[in-house]
């Protein structure tokens, strides 16, 4: 069994994706059908639909597509942290159709000029509602927000903090520094986990081998190790570079000097226990 903790959907009838350019090829519909062929092809079992934009309707809309389809075992929406309300509301998206799929939050901590927006008393209060909900929080971040995930994770021990996309490394720069030492600062707190997902888009789009994605993904497989990695496709905004199914090898590719059981952890079994599916 295979778990994809980490991918995307979208209907540019319902909304529109403003961070999609007028000639980007992901400027289409991608729905769960499309996915669900893909998914069934490379033989994943379930998914973890994970939220794209700063928009409260869209969780209630995630769940509900759960709700429908067999393939997405777990939603990560988004919530405004800074309400004071944070966890009535949290309350009330799993009394939703489909409330019980709701296993995370996110919020696009990446397009805040702040630094330490983590920090802030109003986003700690509401992180620490998302873990008196029994739910993980999914950091979308850049390098240089890394320490400020570090200083959250250790003042928030019971909730689990799950790194999307490695922290968006420099691969097409080929730069390790100061990536590396925020991520190995981030993983020696035991409430992290990490994503190995997003890594294409981090690289040289003209040119990029697995090469050039092995030095990342060995740094977070020894910060992290099996039991704290998960892998997500990011489909579709992997597309343009790798298809669902070249993502999932490259994975594949990048683990296999591991033994069966920890890719198991990595392919099903970490995603599995980090959002309760």
């Not at 996110?106 to 700690?124: A, C, M, T």
């Not at 998302?130 to 890394?146: E, F, I, K, N, S």
């Not at 990536?179 to 997902?197: D, E, Q």
Request: glycine share 8%; with cysteine.
């Amino acid at each position: 069994m295979t778990v994809d903790a980490h991918h995307h959907v979208w209907d540019l009838s319902v909304r529109d994706q403003d961070w999609i350019g007028a000639d980007d090829p992901l400027r289409r519909d991608f729905t769960l059908a499309e996915l669900g062929s893909e998914a069934r092809a490379a033989g994943v079992d379930r998914t973890v639909l994970v939220q794209t934009v700063t928009v409260a309707e869209e969780t209630p809309e995630f769940l509900a597509l759960a709700a429908g389809h067999e393939l997405v075992a777990g939603v990560v929406g988004w919530t405004d942290l800074t309400q004071p309300g944070v966890a009535d509301e949290l309350d009330r998206l799993r009394e939703l159709p489909g409330g019980r799929y709701l296993k995370g939050i996110r919020h696009q901590v990446q397009g805040e000029s702040d630094p330490r927006w983590l920090l802030r008393p109003d986003v700690r209060r509401g992180l620490a509602a998302v873990a008196d909900a029994g739910l993980a929080y999914d950091l979308v971040v850049l390098p240089g927000q890394l320490p400020a995930c570090a200083e959250a994770a250790a003042l928030l021990p019971s909730l689990t903090f799950v790194l999307d996309h490695l922290g968006k490394p420099p691969i097409a720069s080929a730069a390790l520094e100061p990536w590396a030492s925020g991520v190995r600062a981030l993983a020696a707190l035991p409430n992290t986990v990490c994503k190995l997902s997003g890594m294409v888009t981090e690289a040289d789009p003209a040119s990029w081998s697995v090469d050039d994605l092995r030095p990342y993904a060995d740094v977070v497989l020894e910060a992290f190790g099996p039991r704290r990695l998960m892998f997500g496709s990011d489909w579709p905004v992997c597309t343009p570079l790798a298809s669902y199914g070249e993502v999932l090898s490259l994975a594949r590719e990048l683990t296999t000097d591991l033994d069966e059981r920890d890719r198991d952890r990595i392919f099903e079994t970490t995603a599995a226990r980090v959002y309760d599916l």
